[in-house]
T-cell receptor, first 110, second 116 residues
Framework: QKEVEQNSGPLSVPEGAIASLNCTYSDRGSQSFFWYRQYSGKSPELIMFIYSNGDKEDGRFTAQLNKASQYVSLLIRDSQPSDSATYLCAVRGEGGKLIFGQGTELSVKP | EAQVTQNPRYLITVTGKKLTVTCSQNMNHEYMSWYRQDPGLGLRQIYYSMNVEVTDKGDVPEGYKVSRKEKRNFPLILESPSPNQTSLYFC???????????????FGEGSRLTVL
């Protein structure tokens, strides 16, 4: 089992809809979780981080963490075509390790 | 301008010919790391460094070497490249304080390496 798993997609949603991206992780001791966005041909950039169970909101983005079920999700409200990108879930490991999932490609259709 | 600079951006080489991909950051970051990105596999960590002269293996270190003699530079060395090292490579850096808090990494633009 991979340490961090995501559905590779592509996930297609209409403009204005809610996009829901999911991620599961295998290490029950993991404490820190991150969502990076990567536009095609570009470098990843951090959009959200979450440490505590529950929801964390930042503008149109909400990260949700459920440590008991070992999943973390990212909701994007009022999706825009500019949100079309690959979303990478990452979990901090021991020392300086940061473990990424394979990424979910999101396509927002006008 | 704050940035992480990788060179070369594109390289085609042949099996066994030693090469170095340089990475330099101008933000006085303690933490630096190398990743490779392959279709369907996401980003996989090769090596990381928490500070000068301190390096540790990531998840896929085989076939790679690194060194951290200066704070700003973190070169990735492929002593004897093989075709399975054909990939897109990213260097990233962070302040240790920020790494601990938000996990934010600043990525270079990537280096696309092809080994024939």
């Amino acid at each position: 089992q991979k340490e961090v798993e995501q559905n590779s997609g592509p996930l297609s949603v209409p403009e204005g809809a809610i996009a829901s991206l999911n991620c599961t992780y295998s290490d029950r001791g993991s404490q820190s979780f991150f969502w990076y966005r990567q536009y095609s041909g570009k470098s990843p950039e951090l959009i959200m981080f979450i440490y505590s169970n529950g929801d964390k909101e930042d503008g149109r983005f909400t990260a949700q963490l459920n440590k008991a079920s070992q999943y973390v999700s990212l909701l994007i409200r009022d999706s825009q075509p500019s949100d079309s990108a690959t979303y990478l879930c990452a979990v901090r490991g021991e020392g300086g390790k940061l473990i990424f999932g394979q990424g979910t490609e999101l396509s927002v259709k006008p | 301008e704050a940035q992480v600079t990788q060179n070369p951006r594109y390289l085609i080489t042949v099996t066994g010919k030693k090469l170095t991909v340089t990475c330099s950051q101008n933000m006085n970051h303690e933490y630096m790391s190398w990743y490779r990105q392959d279709p369907g596999l996401g980003l996989r960590q090769i090596y990381y460094s928490m500070n000068v002269e301190v390096t540790d293996k990531g998840d896929v270190p085989e076939g790679y070497k690194v060194s951290r003699k200066e704070k700003r530079n973190f070169p990735l060395i492929l002593e004897s490249p093989s075709p399975n090292q054909t990939s897109l490579y990213f260097c990233a850096s962070s302040l240790l304080r920020d790494w601990g808090l938000s996990g934010e990494l600043f990525f270079g633009e990537g280096s696309r390496l092809t080994v024939l």
